[in-house]
């Protein structure tokens, strides 16, 4: 079973470029989410999804689009990429309703040059 | 989001000692949950805290759910060194669905 899959590992982009950060699970989750981490801060919400065709802006948005087309994948995309955006990228997926535990992939290592 | 405060920062113990972490906030939550991230890995659930009072284990792991609903804490007893991580705090008022998280506590142990 492999839990929440994010794709690529690593990436380093030049300002200005933009890219999807790939996240599929397999837990047949409802609500998935999207996490930036920052060093020494906490983890904050970019953006979820309730359902497949629903999603809704979280803490920081700003610079980030979603979509939700099917249960087990919610790309993330950068349009214009800055260096503000360096960070580690976290997908999260868990059962509906508030409260519900997170399952949380590997994360995305992006670094915006 | 909802502020939670997490402490301390870090801790750098050694292996057999006992250890204790705290987050607290200004707001009530309905949950309460730890994790913890190795590095270069994702957050992993430890142990999930729903009523308030609330003490729960997982091995030689503790937790207990504030009484207030305001604050939580995480022991972890007879430390080895894989116990190395950063160990986060998160909650959540059932108002929304996204968790709020403390800032972690980096733990150090020494052989």
Redesign the interface.
């Known amino acids: 079973n492999a839990g929440v899959t994010q794709t690529p590992k690593f990436r380093i982009l030049k300002i200005g470029q933009s890219m999807t950060l790939q996240c599929t699970q397999d837990m047949n989750h409802n609500y998935m989410y999207w996490y930036r981490q920052d060093p020494g801060m906490g983890l904050k919400l970019i953006y979820y999804s309730v359902g497949a065709g629903i999603t809704d802006k979280g803490e920081v948005p700003n610079g980030y689009n979603v979509s939700r087309s099917t249960t087990e994948d919610f790309p993330l995309r950068l349009e214009l990429a800055a260096p503000s955006q360096t960070s580690v990228y976290f997908c999260a997926s868990s059962p509906p309703g508030g409260g519900q535990p997170q399952h949380f992939g590997d994360g995305t290592r992006l670094s915006i040059l | 989001?909802q502020q939670?405060n997490?402490s301390p920062q870090s801790m750098f113990i050694q292996e057999g000692e006992d250890v204790s972490m705290n987050c607290t906030s200004s707001s009530i939550f309905?949950?309460w949950?730890w994790?913890k991230q190795d590095p270069?890995?994702?957050?992993?659930?430890l142990i999930?805290l729903?009523k308030a009072g609330e003490l729960t284990s997982n091995g030689r792991l503790t937790a207990q759910f504030g009484i207030t609903r305001k604050d939580s804490f995480l022991n972890i007893s007879a430390s080895i060194p894989s116990d190395v991580g950063i160990y986060?705090c998160a909650a959540?008022?059932?108002?929304?669905?996204?968790?709020n998280?403390?800032?972690?506590t980096s733990l150090l142990v020494t052989p």
């Open positions: 989001g939670l997490q309905n949950t949950l994790y270069g890995e994702g957050p992993v659930l999930a729903y986060f959540n008022s059932n108002s929304g669905y996204a968790l998280f403390g800032k972690g």
